[in-house]
């Protein structure tokens, strides 16, 4: 009988795969890595804030249309 009683210990071991689900909720916030691929955007957004007109945005874009005139 002493045994059989040995297998209920790997069960233990089971537990243990339950643990990895828990990592995955950890990925959602993966996502978020992206953005600091993008961190220059946001560095963008502080100087809009000095540009109160967010269309001259584009004219960032256009820079050489100012020329010409």
Same mark, same amino acid.
Do not use: G, Y
């Given at each position: 009988?002493?045994?059989?009683?040995?297998? /209920?210990?790997?069960?233990?071991?089971?537990?243990?795969?339950?643990?990895?689900?828990?990592?995955?909720?950890?990925?959602?916030?993966?996502?978020?890595?992206?953005?600091?691929?993008? $961190?220059?955007? $946001?560095?963008?957004? $502080?100087?809009? /804030?000095?540009?109160?007109?967010?269309?001259?945005?584009?004219?960032?874009?256009?820079?050489?249309?100012?020329?010409? $005139?």
């Amino acid at each position: 009988p002493s045994s059989p009683q040995c297998p /209920p210990s790997p069960s233990q071991c089971h537990p243990v795969p339950p643990s990895i689900p828990t990592v995955p909720p950890s990925n959602p916030p993966v996502p978020p890595s992206p953005s600091q691929c993008l $961190p220059v955007p $946001p560095s963008n957004l $502080p100087v809009p /804030p000095s540009n109160p007109p967010v269309p001259p945005s584009p004219s960032q874009f256009l820079p050489v249309t100012p020329v010409p $005139p």
